[in-house]
C-alpha cells in the first residue's frame, strides 16, 4: 500500500471535478483526478453545448471537457484511473478506497455526477447523444426547431423539459406511464394546459426508429391500459425519468437525501460535515444540473479546501 499522502484528491472528471482541479492546481496543490467509468462526464454524451459562457458560437460537448482537460494539466493536475468504492474519514487522513488500491489525501472533492435514468428501449442507445435521443432540453432542445419532439416521464423534470420545448418544436408529446402527472400541481397544470403539448396518457415506450443517417423519426409507445400501440412520428425522444446521483460510496460515511444526492453541511453549498470533504457537481444538486453551475461548485469546493489546508497546514 502507497504511503503518500495528497493534498488533494477530486473524485470526477465531469465539469465540476475539472474546475475543481483547474483552481487547486493554480493554488499549487498539485491535485490528483481519479477518472472513473465515464472520463469527462456527461458533457461528453451531448453534441453542441451553446449555453456555456464564452462560446459565442456554441462548442462540442467532447471537446469542452477536453479543453478543461488540458487546462487543468497545465497547472500540474494529475489524473489516474480508479472507481472509488468507498471512503474511510476516520482519522485526520481520508483514505480513498479504489480498484486501484488505497489512495491516502488530506481534503476530499466529491465531483461524481448523476446519471440520467434512460428507458432501456431499442434504439435508445442507437441514438443517444446528438441523433434525436438525449435527455436535457436545456443543452438541446433548440436544435429541434419546428420540429415534432416526444417526453417521457411524468415528474416535475418531465414537464419542466416539455414546457420549455414548446419555444422551439412545433409539438411536443408528453408520453406518461399513468394518467396523472407525478409533477407538482402548478407544473402538471402548465404543461397538461399548454397548446402545443399533447398528453400521451398510460404510455410506454416501446422502440425508438431511425436511421443512421437521418437520425430519429419516430417513438413507439405501448398502451399501459389495452396493450395498443402507436407511433408518434417525433424527430427527437427527450427522456426525463429522472438521475441516479453517483454516491453509494460515500453514502454510508455522508449525508444523503431520500433520491442518493448528497447534502452540504447547512450553510454551504459545497462542505460537507466532515472537515476537508466537499462535494460539488451533480452528484450535490438535482436542481440546476448545468455544466456552468457544477463547475461554480467545483470552484467554491477547490476554494474552501485551499483554505482548510492552508488553516491545517503542519
Ligand atoms: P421523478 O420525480 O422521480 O419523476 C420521474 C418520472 O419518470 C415519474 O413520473 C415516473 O413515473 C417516470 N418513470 C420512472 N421510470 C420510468 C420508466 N422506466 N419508464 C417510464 N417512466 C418512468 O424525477 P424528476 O422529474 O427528475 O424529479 C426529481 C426531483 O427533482 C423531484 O423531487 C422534483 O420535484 C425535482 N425537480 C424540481 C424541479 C422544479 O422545482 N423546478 C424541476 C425538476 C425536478 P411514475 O410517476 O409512474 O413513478
Not at 63 to 88: C, P, S, W, Y
Not at 156 to 176: G, I, M, N, P
Amino acid at each position: 500500500m502507497s504511503q503518500t499522502v495528497e493534498n488533494v484528491v477530486i473524485v470526477g472528471t465531469g465539469c465540476a471535478g475539472l474546475t475543481a482541479a483547474i483552481y487547486t492546481a493554480r493554488a499549487n496543490l498539485s491535485p490528483l483526478v481519479l477518472e472513473g467509468v465515464q472520463p469527462g462526464g456527461q458533457l461528453t454524451t451531448t453534441s453542441e453545448v451553446e449555453n456555456f459562457p464564452g462560446f459565442p458560437e456554441g462548442i462540442d460537448g467532447f471537446q469542452l471537457m477536453d479543453n478543461l482537460r488540458k487546462q487543468a494539466t497545465r497547472f500540474g493536475t494529475r489524473f489516474q484511473h480508479a472507481v472509488v468504492e468507498g471512503i474511510d474519514v476516520s482519522g485526520d487522513i481520508r483514505i480513498l478506497k479504489t480498484t486501484e488500491g488505497e489512495i491516502r489525501t488530506r481534503a476530499v472533492i466529491i465531483a461524481t455526477g448523476a446519471s440520467p435514468r434512460l428507458t432501456g428501449v431499442p434504439g435508445e442507445k442507437d441514438y443517444y447523444g446528438g441523433k434525436g435521443v438525449t435527455t436535457c432540453a436545456t443543452c438541446d432542445g433548440a436544435f429541434y426547431r419546428k420540429m415534432d419532439v416526444a417526453v417521457i416521464g411524468g415528474g416535475d423534470s418531465a414537464c419542466e423539459e416539455a414546457l420549455f420545448l414548446t419555444r422551439f418544436a412545433s409539438k411536443v408529446y408528453l408520453v406518461h406511464r399513468r394518467d396523472s402527472l407525478r409533477a407538482s400541481r402548478i407544473m402538471a397544470e402548465r404543461a397538461t394546459s399548454h397548446e402545443k403539448i399533447e398528453m400521451v396518457w398510460n404510455a410506454v415506450p416501446v422502440a425508438i426508429h431511425g436511421t443512421p443517417e437521418a437520425g430519429v423519426h419516430a417513438l413507439e409507445v405501448s398502451s399501459t391500459t389495452d396493450g395498443s400501440a402507436r407511433t408518434l412520428p417525433v424527430k427527437g425522444v427527450f427522456i426525463a425519468i429522472g438521475h441516479l446521483p453517483n454516491t453509494k460510496p460515500f453514502a454510508s460515511v455522508l449525508e444523503t437525501d431520500e433520491n442518493g444526492y448528497l447534502v452540504p453541511a447547512t450553510g454551504s453549498q459545497v462542505k460537507t460535515r466532515i472537515p476537508g470533504v466537499y462535494v460539488a457537481g451533480d452528484c450535490a444538486d438535482h436542481v440546476y444540473r448545468q455544466a456552468i453551475t457544477a463547475a461554480g461548485m467545483g470552484c467554491q469546493a477547490a476554494i474552501e479546501a485551499e483554505r482548510w489546508l492552508a488553516e491545517h497546514a503542519d
